[in-house]
């Protein structure tokens, strides 16, 4: 049958339209479309037994089966990137020999050009490199993963371990070709003894057509100066890739909260994919953006979860709070102006050399609530309880002083306090803190101030800062439910840093500005 080149282009036209219907989205200019899995990994049930290479290999399968399968529902709608959790693959608590068996090879080299797909003779023990790199390649997604990786060393190199090999907690990225474009190991390891920590940090980084640049670090990382806040800094990059199996610890660790306020403290997109395993306290991906986030918490439930939205591409001119802070730190003498118009008095703005409020109370003579010390998050933080309807309260702890005004149109049967911390933490890692914290309390005693809670109902609005001595400061605003709300206004004023928000979404159950000073670590 012969067709007219109107008919031919029609057919042609929908054609393409077909593809873009089962691409799942047409993609809005400037923007580009990430996908992250949480996944509830199939687990060795005796990880410190040695098993054979072909036995690990078939476990691994099994969670690779389910990659594929999120991979092409990914790519389904219309993503161009997708990640996937630390420890995914072949689970934890391995030993350095229990393990091996489940590690690929694979060269840390930026020189060497490989597609583990279309070349999978190029070296042994590389199965899961090549599945992953067929999965990229067959959906024309790129995609982050993270696996156990081996690597022969000579005893004349100082660091090389005594049985002749260093073993790494590696992130792989593959470009929508199958091509490995980047490999990033560990570098702050989380009491992880079957991995090695590497001689220097990797800053990793890979490019792709539709978003610039993607930087590369995984879970504990996070907390630390290298390299994850060099790589963002000393790279510029806007786009990050963050495989974690993180546990939640609250009221001020949450794996959503603090990947968000890592977003909105550097300005910049994280797709951070974790594991899934609520009874070891194991979730909470998503894809965040410093005004938007699309998160995934799930505690109840069993089971995987793909997350799949479009998102802006964050350019190199767009300046991130950090830069801000610094700019504003080396130039401090500023007329006083008020940070938000919401009705709480403005407190926050006080001249320079001008004495700080201090802790009133609600009336203005009245006793000063008292001061408290309570644990939270292992650290013995000084508190002053939230009483009544409104008021203005100061608490302090070495050079650190935190101040709250805040005021709440109904005052409900929950407990809050105001803490500060200034110090180094010492439990399950070692990095110094500095602190300023509005929480819900377990309870109504005051020694229930600093416990893990997870639903409030009080909505509070507030202004909360802090004479704070490290530019490295991330916003914390955690609601009921473990949701997130975003602050009306965050910054620097007059030496202080502060967050301010007029009525959360929902119940209240932390307000922080979690200070990392990395000098004193």
């Known amino acids: 049958m012969a067709y007219t080149m109107v008919d031919l282009c029609w057919k042609l036209a ?23 899995y949480e996944h509830e990994s199939i687990l060795s049930p005796n990880p410190t037994a040695l098993v054979d290479r072909q036995s690990a290999l078939e476990l691994m399968g099994r969670n690779l089966d389910i990659y594929e399968q999120q991979v092409v529902a990914a790519a389904r709608q219309g993503a161009q990137i ?122 990793t980084f890979f490019d792709t057509p539709f978003a610039g640049k993607f930087g590369m670090f995984t879970c504990f990382d996070i907390l630390f100066f290298e390299p994850a806040v060099n790589l963002i800094r000393q790279y510029n990059l806007k786009q990050i890739v963050y495989p974690t199996a993180w546990m939640n610890q609250l009221p001020l660790l949450s794996a959503v909260e603090f990947q968000q306020a890592f977003a909105t403290a550097f300005n910049i997109n994280i797709l951070a994919a974790n594991i899934h395993h609520p009874t070891l306290g194991m979730t909470g991906s998503g894809i965040y953006t410093p005004v938007k986030s699309f998160i995934y918490h799930n505690m109840e439930s069993y089971g995987g979860k793909l997350i799949v939205a479009e998102i802006p591409v964050i350019t190199t001119d767009y300046k991130n709070n950090l830069e801000s802070n610094e700019r504003f730190r080396q ?34 003579n009245e006793q000063l609530p008292p001061l408290f010390y309570a644990e939270m998050m292992y650290d013995n933080f000084t508190f002053v309880p939230v009483w009544g309807e409104k008021g203005e309260l100061q608490v302090c702890a070495n050079t650190l002083c935190c101040y709250l005004n805040y005021q709440r149109t109904v005052v409900t049967e929950e407990l809050y306090a105001l803490g500060v911390f200034d110090g180094l933490h010492t439990v399950h890692g070692t990095y110094y803190v500095q602190a300023c914290a509005l929480v819900k309390c377990g309870g109504l005693s005051f020694s229930t101030c600093g416990q893990e809670v997870t639903d409030a109902t009080a909505l509070i609005d507030f202004q909360l800062w802090g004479n704070m001595s ?24 007059n030496n202080h840093y502060f967050i301010s928000k007029n009525r959360t979404s929902s119940g209240l159950l932390t307000a922080a500005l979690y200070g990392r000073w990395y000098e004193k670590d």
């Open 14 to 36: 929908v054609c393409f339209f077909c593809c873009q219907v089962v691409s799942g989205r047409v993609k809005t200019e400037g923007h580009y479309v990430a996908a992250v």
């Open 470 to 493: 490290t530019p490295y400061i991330f916003p914390l605003l955690l609601t009921s439910g473990i949701t997130l709300d975003f602050a009306d206004h965050t910054g620097w004023k």
């Open 331 to 364: 130039n401090l003498h500023h007329s006083c102006k008020t940070f938000t118009s919401t009705p709480i008095a403005d407190e926050v703005c006080f001249k320079e050399g001008q004495e700080t409020p201090g802790r009133v109370s609600e009336k203005g």
């Open 82 to 203: 997708i990640v996937f959790p630390e420890d995914g693959i072949h689970g934890f608590n391995f030993t350095r020999s229990s393990i091996y068996p489940y590690l690929d090879f694979v060269l840390h080299s930026h020189s060497v050009k490989w597609n583990p797909c279309r070349e999978p003779y190029l070296f042994n023990d590389t199965e899961v490199l090549q599945r992953l790199s067929c999965m990229a390649l067959k959906n024309k997604i790129f995609l982050v993963a993270n696996l156990g990786t081996k690597q022969p060393c000579e005893h004349i190199d100082p660091h090389c371990p005594s049985d002749g090999r260093y073993q790494f907690n590696t992130n792989v990225a593959f470009n929508d070709d199958g091509m490995l474009v980047a490999t990033y190991r560990k570098y702050n390891l989380y009491f992880e003894y079957a991995f090695d920590t590497p001689p220097e940090p990797d800053y």
